[in-house]
């Protein structure tokens, strides 16, 4: 049985304005209508005797991954939550650990969650051939068949002599990121692929090599399983032991220094969207070479990626650019230098500015709210509350909140009263007093709330009860 394990711990900071900490490119739908989690989870349909889906995940985001995976299986064997980000290495032992201990035998597909894969067919057909060497105990990567002379990937080196019969070869190294010169070798040479990140081995397997080649690693993943208490759905990993683990990749951990590692070459329309150019590739341009989502009016434009998420974008005489608009926030940039975005993103880190963080909308596990007007001491949200679900039970110590509500029904607890609005209806919410918000209805609750105080921070909030098991200052 192949357990497909996936990895959604990244930030995707190179696709911001879109991909963002709270809101990384992995639970956007960049590439099609599904997000790139999802997509990663359909694209196992076709690969025979699968078991459950796991995921390795940052606890910030567990309610949307969490949502997100419902939507697309009902066949989840957990969550895991890092407390702290590790790398690979930490994170595929602690899924092996798990993974060993209720499917004793199994392999295991260890999957990013934020990659595109276009040929699905040649991906199965490449798991299926990795899965036999696998199950021998060879601990197998996919190499991607390079298109170009890339610099944005790590490649793998392959002894490509010593395994033609068998459709895959020995690892001889993994190599850091090249310039463009040493790209254009490794091409030419036909003995280096792309690392993909994706790897496939037994539980077992992986740990005894991880215990041998990296024990700091297994010990502290293994404490920190030990140790990892359920959160709702959740397996939430000790924090201190995990945090004090080594961090390393697969690569560099395992697989460059086993004698048991072979790569199966795989060319299937593989990328890691790691920047916007990237992206522009693989969505279907128009006659003039251009990709546009949203409203968007374009003159004289060519080879050009265009994002319009709110508002009209109109572009003039261009070529080779991208544009991405999102409520808060205006991305333009040469596509020559999209990968540079990551150092406007490190800017804007430094100077705590909340667009590099969340976006306008931000997601909660009982539905959403946006921020539509605000000032020095008022603010206007649009909050979206799901079917049966509910906010904490909670007081404010600097601000008061009016309610209206503008479709659905609303239970609201205020104090020691609890009353019901619907459609046009609306309430008061004291500073100090305690309150809930809950729909029970079959619709989405959807009300406008007007803040007034002295401070308005998300921080102002103190939890009494919370159906979703936060003790965090996150309403």
Request: proline fraction near 5%; glycine fraction near 8%.
């Amino acid at each position: 049985m192949i357990i497909p394990v996936i990895l959604s711990g990244g930030s995707g900071t190179r696709l911001w304005p879109l991909s963002r900490v709270q809101y990384p490119k992995q639970l956007l739908a960049l590439a099609g209508e599904k997000t790139m989690l999802q997509e990663t989870v359909a694209r196992l349909e076709k690969i025979a005797d699968t078991g459950p889906v796991y995921c390795v995940c940052n606890e910030d985001h567990r309610f949307m991954v969490a949502e997100q995976l419902r939507q697309v299986t009902d066949d989840m064997g957990g969550i895991i939550l890092e407390p702290v980000g590790r790398n690979t290495a930490p994170a595929a032992a602690v899924a092996a650990l798990r993974v060993q201990e209720e499917y004793p035998g199994a392999t295991m597909l260890l999957l990013p969650a934020d990659h595109v894969i276009q040929d699905t067919c040649a991906f199965v057909k490449a798991v299926t051939l990795g899965n036999k060497a696998a199950e021998e105990g060879v601990l197998v990567t996919f190499g991607i068949v390079p298109e170009a002379p890339e610099t944005g990937y790590g490649y793998i080196r392959a002894a490509v002599q010593e395994g033609k019969e068998y459709g895959m070869y020995p690892v001889e190294k993994f190599v850091e990121k090249p310039d463009r010169e040493t790209a254009e070798k490794y091409v030419k040479s036909g003995e280096y692929y792309w690392n993909s990140g994706m790897f496939l081995f037994k539980a077992s397997r992986y740990l005894e090599e991880i215990e041998a080649q990296a024990p700091e690693i297994y010990e502290a993943s293994r404490a920190a399983l030990e140790k990892a208490t359920e959160d709702l759905d959740f397996l939430r990993l000790d924090k201190e032991v995990f945090a004090a683990c080594p961090s390393d990749s697969i690569d560099y951990a395992v697989m460059e220094k086993t004698a048991h590692a072979v790569v199966v070459p795989l060319d299937a329309g593989w990328s890691d969207v790691g920047a916007w150019s990237a992206l522009w590739k693989v969505k279907g341009q128009d006659p003039s070479g251009n990709v546009t989502k949203g409203d968007v009016q374009l003159l004289d434009v060519k080879d050009s990626y265009i994002h319009a998420s709110g508002r009209i974008v109109a572009a003039v005489g261009l070529s080779d650019h991208v544009i991405v608009e999102t409520p808060d926030a205006v991305l333009v940039a040469s596509k020559d230098r999209v990968q540079d975005v990551k150092t406007i993103v490190e800017r804007l880190k430094s100077e705590g500015r909340d667009e590099v963080i969340t976006h306008v909308k931000v997601n909660r596990p009982w539905g959403t709210y946006e921020t539509v007007d605000q000032s020095e001491r008022f603010q206007v949200k649009r909050i979206v509350v799901n079917p049966g679900a509910a906010l904490s039970l909670q007081r404010h110590y600097h601000r008061a909140e009016h309610w209206v509500v503008v479709k659905g029904t609303a239970r609201i607890t205020v104090g020691e009263k609890e009353i019901v609005l619907r459609e046009d209806e609306s309430t008061y919410i004291p500073l100090g007093i305690k309150h809930r918000l809950a729909n029970p209805g079959k619709i989405p609750l959807e009300l406008i709330e007007v803040q007034t105080g002295s401070y308005l921070g998300e921080d102002d909030i103190e939890r009494f009860d919370d159906k979703y098991g936060r003790n965090a200052v996150k309403k």
